[in-house]
T-cell receptor, first 112, second 110 residues
Framework: NAGVTQTPKFQVLKTGQSMTLQCAQDMNHEYMSWYRQDPGMGLRLIHYSVGAGITDQGEVPNGYNVSRSTTEDFPLRLLSAAPSQTSVYFC???????????FGPGTRLTVL | QQPVQSPQAVILREGEDAVINCSSSKALYSVHWYRQKHGEAPVFLMILLKGGEQKGHDKISASFNEKKQQSSLYLTASQLSYSGTYFCGTATGGGNKLTFGTGTQLKVEL
């Protein structure tokens, strides 16, 4: 099993550009989440999903969109990148009846 | 609202014990503990559900006081490998919508 995979590992964008951060898991997990991590702020939930076709907003959803068309994939779209979105982004997944949430390796995004 | 973790940072000698606290102003359904090493992803340690339970494995254990909405993580006989930042994540309902604290930096020295 590959676990939770994220691409790309690093990305530099210019203000106003859009892009999609990819996240996939091969553990058949129902729950998937996107977090951003900024220095001194801990992990903040952006969007999450409890199953295919179901998504909901987290703590800091503005400027981001998600969709969950399959159980495996949970892409995060930045609509119009801003410098405030410079951060490390983590995707995570967890099975409905299990305790352990697994994190992907992260994507380090810089917006100039 | 983020749970509050204390202390913000702690330095230990190998073999010493530490306690990390996590407090919330909301009624909690569960508390999740993670450890993150520099440049890596967070790693799940344990989850505690409301009911005031205590859990542990090896020399790391945790408790959850439902009345106080507070959880504590106990690290005993610390090892160098325990170094990292510890985060608590709290949930007010079932599912997986977590709110994380700002973390406690733990450094274990020889």
């Amino acid at each position: 099993n590959a676990g939770v995979t994220q691409t790309p590992k690093f990305q530099v964008l210019k203000t106003g550009q859009s892009m999609t951060l990819q996240c996939a898991q091969d553990m058949n997990h129902e729950y998937m989440s996107w977090y951003r991590q900024d220095p001194g702020m801990g992990l903040r939930l952006i969007h999450y999903s409890v199953g295919a076709g179901i998504t909901d907003q987290g703590e800091v959803p503005n400027g981001y969109n998600v969709s969950r068309s399959t159980t495996e994939d949970f892409p995060l779209r930045l609509l119009s990148a801003a410098p405030s979105q410079t951060s490390v982004y983590f995707c995570a997944s967890r099975g409905r009846h299990t305790d352990t949430q697994y994190f992907g390796p992260g994507t380090r995004l810089t917006v100039l | 609202q983020q749970p509050v973790q204390s202390p913000q940072a702690v330095i230990l000698r190998e073999g010493e014990d530490a306690v990390i606290n996590c407090s919330s102003s909301k009624a909690l359904y569960s508390v999740h503990w993670y450890r993150q090493k520099h440049g890596e992803a967070p790693v799940f340690l344990m989850i505690l559900l409301k009911g005031g339970e205590q859990k542990g494995h090896d020399k790391i254990s945790a408790s959850f006081n439902e009345k106080k909405q507070q959880s504590s993580l106990y690290l005993t006989a610390s090892q160098l490998s325990y170094s990292g930042t510890y985060f608590c994540g709290t949930a007010t309902g079932g599912g997986n919508k977590l709110t994380f604290g700002t973390g406690t930096q733990l450094k274990v020295e020889l």
